[in-house]
């Protein structure tokens, strides 16, 4: 029994040259072997038909007549390949290829009768996506074959690329019709085009051409990313484009070694087989002869020439990747016969039907050259990669060194990995080529789309205050948590600053100032008082009254303390409370004094009215006045006591610390209060505004309320409307107003007499009467 292998090659190249070798060598060890398809020789027949499709129809259908079992091997995505496949299929013949990587051929109702020992383009693509994406490289140039092979992989890996946000400046096929012309227009958009990094899914003879194209315009300094079909190309590696090529990166079939097949390779000779055409022209293209002697200008061929003595493609095995593939093949067709042969034996006794269908099912593990093989349901082998880094050695002769691996049959996150301390790039730099359309946006900056341009063009721009982003290229900006606001650069979130009425600040300093300034104005006005305490003017002035007024007025100062300084729980509830209580007990004892005033100099009996008034009643009525304030207080703190607030409404970038009313009710029925009995003695004081000149102290206290009036109705419109800590200035400003304008309207004449005029400060002179000369 003769099994056919068919090997389908276009042209007398090197590498081709060695898959048939290989083959061959394949084939030799399978027919010495005892274990594997005893006592049967395996044959083979090799057709230069690829690269033609009607010559290589011619000996697909001899083969198909000759009824002979066929295994195909050939390259992916030629149309010569697909018209020999599909005759194949007709007749439900088994093919094994070493280097068809479409991914089209997966199709199992189209293909069911196509195995393969390279992977599919579909992982590699996705493979070369992520590569892309790992570098940075969001804007890339596209080139590939115009046949099955570059189209099905480049639009899978566009569509891969899209999904990992890479854009895709270009995308150029170059097809065998018209090829100098494609080649020439490829390169003009490659030279007028900003990508700095492309991706070259070409086969080894159009890319060929296209470095030809390259070299002639000069065009240098891109970043080539490569597939499988040319990325370890020893041809292109030995020519003049390895400048070029310095820094290509791509994916390549995993490298593996085959024992004896350097030493099988070195042994070919035209000898072996005087009749083999193919043999003689690799002679021939080997060592520049010829075996026919009437060729001028041309050596002739001795036969003498050793493989030896030279170093090419051919004999050259450090990079076995493809070969290794023919050699799996090669392999797997064997172990499939082998089955088939068992199976026969066995088919009479169980009536079982023996075919490779059945022999070669879906994730059946098959050995191959001491190396698992396996094919899963869509006929392909396992997709591992190797990552492959064009670098020079010391010698100045490029070299492909390993640099990563991807193997798809990994959970995703651990397929693709790198070693990028040994990585070359373009130039022999060591530096990561940049190929951006638009410059990174940096931490602080947002992307925004450009209209009309892919996603990858964009402008930055600076995150809004309150907004932050802290990574390189980030589409939107994210708002800062609540308590938090954007630094100066916007790439983090810091803390917002507390802010409140502090006594470092200028205006806290000022206030409280003024505030110790007027306790102490007041101390001193209680110590005249105290020191003149026996003379006619401090007498009528109702001294008990009036030092109980002056204490009331310098805690009116002193609680305008209380509302500097950082907000706390005790802070709120006092300030608000002694606010309070202190002025409804100042003004309790202007609105006593008042009445006592009036009721003096309105009764009768004048001399005998003032002791009537007892200090009992008139003590009654300051502390009756001041304890309905302070049930108000009482039952505020109770039901919703004043607490410190963040808020964050007046200033954005700004916490300002305040204290909360707790209840706005409570706050105004304590200030409404205030101003009750304000009007009170307003009312009463005018009432009072024509008793004698000499002592007219309703005047001044008729002063002293509208004064105080004035300051409160315009607080509540400036509190209503300041913001943040503006809020708190306001009262304070009210309470230090009021009460300098009550400690000047009511104590300043009668401090001027005491000091300034004592010849005033006389009982005849408080009475009216004038003195007699004698």
Not at 58 to 70: C, D, K, P, S, V
Not at 169 to 184: F, K
């Amino acid at each position: 029994m003769h099994v056919i292998v068919q090997t389908l090659f276009h042209r007398i190249s090197f590498r081709e040259f060695r898959f048939a070798q290989t083959m061959i060598f394949a084939i030799e060890e399978i027919n010495n072997s005892s274990s594997l398809l005893p006592n049967i020789s395996v044959g083979y027949k090799i057709f230069d038909s690829c690269g033609s499709t009607l010559p290589s129809t011619r000996a697909a259908m001899g083969l198909i007549n000759g009824q002979e079992r066929t295994f195909g091997k050939s390259c992916s995505g030629q149309s010569t390949f697909r018209s020999v496949m599909h005759i194949f299929l007709l007749c439900f013949l088994f093919q094994i290829s070493h280097f068809s990587t479409c991914a089209c051929l997966s199709n199992r109702k189209e293909h069911p009768s196509f195995f393969r020992t390279i992977p599919s383009d579909y992982y590699q693509s996705r493979a070369l996506a992520q590569l892309v994406k790992h570098f940075g490289w969001t804007w890339v140039g596209a080139v590939r074959s115009d046949n099955d092979y570059g189209n099905n992989g480049m639009a899978t890996f566009i569509e891969a690329a899209t999904q990992e946000g890479i854009c895709v400046e270009y995308s150029e096929a170059i097809s065998w019709t018209s090829l100098d012309e494609q080649v020439e227009r490829v390169v003009r958009v490659i030279k007028t085009g900003t990508a700095k990094v492309i991706v070259a899914f070409l086969g080894y003879d159009e890319m060929d051409i296209l470095l030809e194209e390259a070299l002639r315009q000069n065009i240098t300094g891109l970043q080539w990313v490569g597939s499988e079909s040319w990325i370890t190309s020893s041809n292109l590696a030995l020519r003049k484009y390895s400048g070029i090529l310095t820094g290509s990166i791509g994916f390549a079939i995993k490298k593996a070694k085959i024992a004896g097949l350097q030493e099988f390779l070195l042994q070919v000779h035209p000898s072996q087989d005087p009749q083999n055409h193919i043999l003689r022209e690799f002679w021939e293209e080997t060592f520049g002869c010829s075996f026919q002697p009437s060729l001028q200008g041309v050596k002739q061929c001795s036969g003498s020439e050793r493989l030896r003595d030279i170093k090419n493609p051919f004999t050259d095995v450090s990079e076995l990747r493809i070969s290794n593939n023919v050699y799996k093949a090669v392999y797997a067709v064997a172990h499939a016969m082998h089955s088939m042969l068992k199976c026969g034996e066995k088919s009479e006794a169980v009536n079982m039907s023996c075919t490779l269908k059945s022999i070669l099912p879906p994730k059946e593990v098959r050995q191959s050259c001491s190396m698992p093989l396996y094919f899963d349901e869509r006929g392909d082998p396992a997709a591992t990669y190797q990552l492959v880094n064009w670098q020079k050695n010391s010698a100045g002769d490029p070299v492909f060194v390993t640099v990563g691996s991807y193997d798809a049959s990994l959970p995703d996150g651990k397929q693709f990995t790198i070693k990028e301390m040994n990585l070359t790039w373009f130039g022999e730099s060591k530096q990561v080529p940049i190929s951006v359309c638009s410059e990174s946006c940096f931490p602080g900056f947002r992307q925004a789309v450009i209209k009309g341009k892919p996603i990858c063009c964009f402008s930055c721009i600076a995150c809004a205050a309150g907004e932050i982003s802290n990574s390189t290229n980030s589409a939107e900006c994210s708002p800062c948590p609540l308590e938090y606001w954007s630094n100066e650069d916007h790439n983090k979130c810091v803390p917002k600053v507390i802010e409140f009425l502090s006594y470092e600040e200028t205006m806290g300093a000022l206030l409280a100032a003024f505030s110790l300034f007027g306790a102490s104005l007041t101390l001193v006005v209680s110590f005249v008082f105290f020191w003149f305490r026996h003379t006619p003017l401090v007498k009528a002035s109702n001294s008990e009254l009036s030092f109980l007024l002056l204490l009331s007025l310098t805690l009116c100062f002193l609680c305008a303390l209380t509302f500097i300084g950082q907000p706390t729980d005790w802070s709120c509830m006092l300030r608000h409370v002694a606010f309070g209580i202190t002025f409804a007990l100042c003004i309790s004892c202007i609105l006593t004094k008042t009445i006592t005033v009036v009721i003096a100099f309105t009764a009768k009996r004048p001399a005998n009215t003032v002791p009537q008034c007892s200090v009992s009643l008139q003590r009654m009525g300051v502390l009756g006045g001041t304890f309905l304030q302070v049930l108000v207080c009482v039952v505020w703190l109770t039901l919703a006591p004043p607490f410190p607030y963040k808020n964050t409404v007046y200033a954005a970038e700004r916490i300002i610390l305040e204290c909360n009313l707790g209840s706005s009710i409570g706050f105004w029925v304590v200030l409404g209060y205030i101003g009750l009995l304000a009007m009170l003695c307003l009312i009463l004081a005018f009432l009072a505004r024509k008793l004698p000149d000499n002592f007219n102290e309703a005047k001044f206290i008729t002063f002293s309320m509208l004064i105080f009036s004035a300051v409160w109705v315009t607080f509540i419109p400036a509190y209503v409307s300041s913001p943040g800590k503006f809020t708190v200035a306001v009262e304070i400003f009210a309470i230090l107003a009021s009460s300098f304008g009550l400690l000047f309207c009511i104590f300043a004449p009668k401090c001027y007499i005491l000091i300034l005029k004592p010849e005033r400060n006389t009982k005849n002179h408080m009475m009216g009467r004038n003195q007699v000369k004698t």
